[in-house]
T-cell receptor, first 117, second 113 residues
């Protein structure tokens, strides 16, 4: 079935290292993807998004890469800081059979990022 | 300003109680959402309102009743809940319903006894 998933459920890095969080999706009709960060006790916080007509998008210390050939999405965080410790979710905006986007987000299972000082 | 507010932050209720969760946004967004999130799981969509009309109900039990009084407010009325309904209830909003970034509130932590 269609799904959005993550390769690694946990990721531990040292402060200052670069982090890479991966996400796989199976619906080739998906054309909008979002990364969210969720800290303990808080709601998901928008980090960055990318549409399917792009391969790469950069924000402040974050980069999202989209490989449509292998249906893979990644979030790169440069110079990871302890404040980046959180659960990271990728989310997929799924189209219906007719190709019209509902705007429904389907979330991946999440990756726990732990940054050690 | 990308703030979505939710009240209360925490709620404890018995299975015979009636309570309501409230969500508010002043970003002029025309789509609003309710999600349910269990511990260590991703958010699951419950309801979508677009232009104050219910667009999507993800087969949610009738003990959850959404309401959109106006374009800035979204309520979730709770009645006769079960202990398994205990979860974090998240509200989100987006400019429109199609392929727009959804901004989430902090959530209401609900415990049903």
């Amino acid at each position: 079935g269609e799904s959005v998933g993550l390769h690694l459920p946990t990721l531990s890095v040292q402060e200052g290292d670069n982090s890479i969080i991966n996400c796989a999706y199976s619906n080739s009709a998906s054309d909008y993807f979002i990364w969210y960060k969720q800290e303990s006790g808080k709601g998901p916080q928008f980090i960055i998004d990318i549409r399917s007509n792009m391969d790469k998008r950069q924000g402040q210390r974050v980069t999202v890469l989209l490989n449509k050939t292998v249906k893979h999405l990644s979030l790169q965080i440069a110079a990871t800081q302890p404040g980046d410790s959180a659960v990271y979710f990728c989310a997929e905006c799924r189209s219906n059979a007719g190709g019209t986007s509902y705007g429904k987000l389907t979330f991946g299972q999440g990756t726990i990022l732990t940054v050690h000082p | 300003d990308t703030e979505v507010t939710q009240t209360p932050k925490h709620l404890v209720m018995g299975m015979t109680n009636k309570k309501s969760l409230k969500c508010e946004q002043h970003m002029g967004h025309r789509a609003m959402y309710w999600y349910k999130q269990k511990a260590k799981k991703p958010p699951e969509l419950m309801f979508v309102y677009s232009y104050e009309k219910l667009s999507i109900n993800e087969s949610v039990p009738s003990r959850f009743s959404p309401e959109c009084p106006n374009s800035s407010l979204l309520n979730l009325h709770l009645h006769a809940l079960q202990p398994e309904d205990s979860a974090l209830y998240l509200c989100a909003s987006s400019q429109d319903f199609e392929q727009e970034t959804q901004y989430f509130g902090p959530g209401t932590r609900l415990l049903v006894l």
